[in-house]
């Protein structure tokens, strides 16, 4: 039987409350998804009713739409994501776990896995896989770009639109294009009204820089310690519709790479089904 929704469910991580929403029942395989950057849970709405058997968590990663953001002293570096991720599987008494991760999620995704891989099982990444490394003698220029953006971005108020159909279109025509279908969607869960004004529900300090980013060398580090089958679905009008970096294939060498037809978002759009088919032969 394909899964179906079962409630909203909201986690605690180092004192952010994570929302959540929570498909399929506990006999399923457990799995954490993961969306992309300014996305939220409602990502995978399209796709999840195609698969069988599996116990998805797809989370707001925190200072997205329903979830917390961090306090003013922290930031939004990826590698804070890893501790969020722990947090959800030891909160479901999970010991251990698959990863179904798109864009900036499927980045968080390898690095969990890469992190703990005693606990992943499978590790799904969609058109995305590592983030782009950093050379040494950037640090000090990362820093202060990050400082500046994030003091920058904390006194930014998120655009506020006059009907919700505005706010819709913001998203179709934003830095990603998406289907007006899917904007629909992510719009149901991450955009609020305020005083009749309709605005998209995350942290303006998510579009700041990281203060710190990875290097060649610490990325290497990551992903030759993922032990779990991996596979990258690669849209082909997506971010990634240049050949794969070699290091990928260096690092992951059990790596499956897959090519299939659509935009970055085709999890949420047209290919839903197949993505979502493609996913449930490689998880079981």
Excluded at 245 to 250: R, T
Aim: hydrophobic residues 45%.
């Amino acid at each position: 039987m394909p899964i179906e929704f079962v409630q909203h469910r909201t986690f605690e991580s180092n004192g952010v409350q994570l929302a959540a929403k929570e498909w399929g029942n506990p006999e399923g395989k457990p799995v954490i998804a993961l969306h992309g950057w300014l996305d939220n849970a409602n990502s995978f709405d399209k796709m999840l009713p195609f698969l069988e058997g599996m116990h998805v968590i797809a989370v707001d990663m925190a200072g997205h739409s329903q979830s917390g953001f961090r306090s003013v002293d922290s930031g939004y570096d990826i590698w804070q994501d890893i501790a969020d991720v722990l947090a959800i599987s030891q909160q479901m008494n999970w010991d251990s776990f698959a990863l179904l991760g798109h864009s900036r999620g499927a980045i968080v995704s390898a690095l969990v896995a890469g992190t703990f891989p005693e606990l992943v099982t499978h590790s799904l990444l969609i058109d995305s896989y590592f983030p782009i490394p950093n050379k040494p003698a950037n640090a000090a220029a990362q820093l202060a770009k990050a400082i500046t953006d994030s003091q920058k971005f904390r006194a930014f108020k998120p655009s506020a639109f006059n009907t919700m159909a505005d706010a819709v279109n913001a998203r179709v025509n934003g830095f990603v294009p998406l289907q007006e279908a899917a904007a629909v969607i992510l719009a149901e869960r991450g955009v609020v009204e305020v005083d009749g004004k309709f605005s998209w529900r995350n942290d303006q300090r998510l579009k700041a820089s990281s203060m710190v980013t990875f290097t060649k060398d610490q990325c290497e580090s990551f992903f030759t310690s993922i032990k779990c089958p991996i596979m990258l679905i690669k849209a082909e009008s997506g971010l990634l519709s240049g050949p794969i970096q070699p290091q990928l294939l260096d690092w992951v060498p059990h790596i499956e790479v897959v090519s299939m037809a659509g935009s970055h978002h085709l999890h949420l759009e047209d290919q839903a089904e197949q993505v979502a088919h493609k996913a449930q032969q490689f998880f079981v």
